[in-house]
């Protein structure tokens, strides 16, 4: 039995349901966080919940629930999950209409969709070779800071990756890198870690954050700035990072190597002193050993 949390009620997920006139099933008009969970503490729970009030607040929907609300509902999924490890995902839409109108209704009533699943994080083969990226132009809106539920965009530019046998699509909007179909995007140029700054055009992860205290903390430097398609394509390393996927080279972008010289389409150095400073993160702050 997968235990869910729908609108005030711990269920069994088989049993929850909501109304079709679901205003985030007619018009994905909602918000949403994923945040993973390790040896059952949630990581940047805090963090997770500060990004789903500034989404609400963006959508201009009353968050639903108080911090100590959302706290108690993530302990007890966390708590009655099967594994150690797991991933919630919270989502608040703006409820039900009684009739279909783009206006929101005159009185709303929130759902509250909340649910531990297994942490599905990357196979170790696409760490120790790589994962391979295409890269298209971003078609999404203009308010991708917003965590929303309306996906059609991203769900549409990740599958372009899959059907190229491909893990990640690139996003470039007028010629500068915005980020991932749902990933944000670093780049490694003369031993120096690149960042595209954060503003509306993407979403800031919690992921990104952590990558950049750790550069910070461990002496890489770092350089937050707009990033063009011509630096992505001349980049030393590029990596993608999000919550569930942690941090990944990529190793081929639109079929060609990334890098040159001996590490050309390998992870290269930068990366593997990253991924070793994460994984002392994740040990002893994420799991707590
Ligand atoms: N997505 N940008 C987009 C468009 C994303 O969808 C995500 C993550 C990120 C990384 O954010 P974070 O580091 O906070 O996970 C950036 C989640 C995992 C998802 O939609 O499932």
Known sequence: MTLCYLNGTFQPLEHAAISPMDRGFLFGDGVYEVIPVYSRRPFRLDE???????????????????STQWQGVVNRLVTEFAADDCSILL????????????????????????????????????????ISAISTADIRWLRCNVKATSLLANCLLRQMAIDAGCAETILFRDGMLSEGAASN????????????????LMLTGITYDVVLELAANHGLKTDVRDISDAEVCAADELWMTSSTKEVLPIVELDGQKVGAGKTAGLPGPVFWAMYGWYQDFKRTVMRGN
């Open 91 to 130: 989502q608040v839409t703006r409820g039900p209409m009684a009739v279909r109108n783009h206006a929101f209704p005159a009185t709303i009533t929130p759902t509250v969709f909340c649910l531990a699943e297994k942490l599905h994080t990357p196979p170790d083969e696409q760490r120790t070779q790589g």
């Open 48 to 66: 997770h919940l500060g990004r789903l009030q500034r989404s609400l607040d963006a959508i201009r929907l009353a968050n639903p629930l108080s």
């Open 185 to 200: 995007i670093f780049v490694v140029k003369d031993g120096v870690l690149l960042a595209p700054q954060q503003n509306h």
